[in-house]
């Protein structure tokens, strides 16, 4: 029976890059030794101990059943502890944590629980995705603040504001561009929340993938827990993209709204994984620093290599994401396609997490140091 897709789906972006998967696809199809540093997904292991710890979880029965709404009392209270060790803040695991099935699925379903048809949402641009559709599929209306290098990569709130602005994200560090924000610009932004009666979302992904200053949490400045909700992930952290967790801490009423919203659309996370992910936040510091060094090296490799031929790269200070301009007159997916056709070799253009991502490719430093030399080499012959 031939169908339509709702209206919803139909006024998301179109997709633009079939042309490139199929490109891809054939790639991998034909055997090709091709290197991929197209997506933030860490290429090692999780960490042994949490996998133990999952292990011995896993065995528990009272584990296998429901684990409705809050979950796990333990995971709630490890949070924490992390909070507490980590920025010296104090969140009660009660009301102020709540379990999330990976922060894509409560970024996304967040506007679900504060906005209204016709609210607007400001959103950082370019920027991850489920910014944009998770406001388009709550009938709010996306506000798109550029990030530019000249501003730091840092939107300019203030001017993308409007009367009808409901909900303010910010994501820092940030993915795409690496960047990071100053404590001072986070104060600053929780002022302008207040002022305006926004409520100031902070996508907190990777926070502990930073090279300098540790980053700002949204519950050390003044006001933050007032008009703030932060996302955190442990997938970048540890290693987790496939195990699916993450929390939500901030401001009461929102918690407790995005918490309305999820027991209408699923019935929590498996218990023997928040067990696990509890042992991870109290015993993991050790191992997200180690993780954090490899990123570093990494990302110098790659930084020394494009250097060496005429790219423009910058060290970025944070994420394992390098933001890098594309070779004077070319288009973003024009350059990417080169180094996959050329060099074999996929990174992300620009172009795909916004217009003013244009000019950039991304690249995601989610392969051994030896294999980003090698990418490197390819790439510097593929542009000679
Ligand atoms: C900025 C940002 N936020 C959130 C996420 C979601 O991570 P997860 O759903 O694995 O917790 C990602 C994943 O790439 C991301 O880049």
């Not at 789906?9 to 997709?15: D, K, R, V």
């Not at 970024?107 to 388009?136: K, M, Q």
């Not at 510091?285 to 790659?302: A, G, H, L, N, P």
């Not at 172009?351 to 030896?370: D, K, M, N, W």
Request: with cysteine; net charge positive; proline share 7%.
């Amino acid at each position: 029976m031939p169908f339509a897709r709702s209206l919803r789906l139909q006024s998301l972006p179109p997709y633009l890059f079939s042309e490139i998967d199929k490109k891809k696809k054939a790639l991998f199809a034909a055997g090709k030794d091709v290197i991929n540093l197209g997506v933030g997904d860490p290429d090692q292991p999780t960490p042994k101990f949490i996998r133990d710890a999952m292990r011995e979880a896993i065995d528990n029965p009272t584990f296998h059943r429901y684990p409705l709404d809050e979950g796990l009392l333990e995971f709630r209270e490890a949070v924490a502890r992390y909070y507490k060790r980590r920025w010296n803040v104090t969140l009660d695991p009660a009301t102020e944590i709540y379990p999330v099935i990976g922060s894509k699925e409560a970024v996304f379903h967040f506007p679900l629980a504060v906005c209204n048809p016709g609210d607007a949402v400001l959103i950082p641009e370019p920027g991850y995705p489920p910014y944009r559709s998770g406001t388009v599929f709550a009938d709010a209306t996306p506000i798109l603040m550029p990030l530019r290098k000249e501003n730091g990569f840092l939107p300019d709130i203030a001017a993308a504001h409007t009367n009808k602005a409901k909900l303010l994200w910010v994501n820092y560090p940030n993915n795409p561009t690496g960047a990071v924000a100053s404590k001072k610009w986070m104060q600053d932004t929780v002022n302008f929340a207040l002022k305006h009666g926004i409520i100031l979302a902070s996508d907190s992904a990777y926070c502990e993938t930073y090279y300098e200053e540790p980053p700002t949490c949204l519950f050390q400045l003044d006001g933050g827990k007032e008009c703030g909700i932060e996302f955190h992930s442990l997938s970048k952290t540890f290693n987790m993209t496939g195990w699916r967790i993450g929390w939500a801490a901030g401001n009461r009423d929102l918690i407790a709204a995005l918490a309305a919203i999820k027991s209408n659309a699923d019935s929590g996370q498996f218990m023997a994984l928040q067990k696990a992910s509890a042992v991870a936040l109290d015993q993991g510091d050790e191992e997200s620093k180690k993780i954090r060094e490899m990123y570093r090296k990494r990302r110098d490799t790659f930084v020394a290599a494009m250097q060496k031929v005429g790219i423009a790269a910058e060290k970025m200070p944070a994420t394992f994401y390098q933001w890098t301009p594309v070779p004077k007159g070319m288009k973003s997916v024009d350059f990417i396609t080169l180094l996959l056709e050329k060099a074999n070799v996929v990174t992300t253009p620009g172009i795909g997490f916004g217009p003013s991502g244009e000019g950039y490719f991304r690249v995601a430093l989610t392969q051994t140091e030896e294999r980003i030399r090698e990418a490197c080499e390819r790439i510097a012959k593929a542009i000679s």
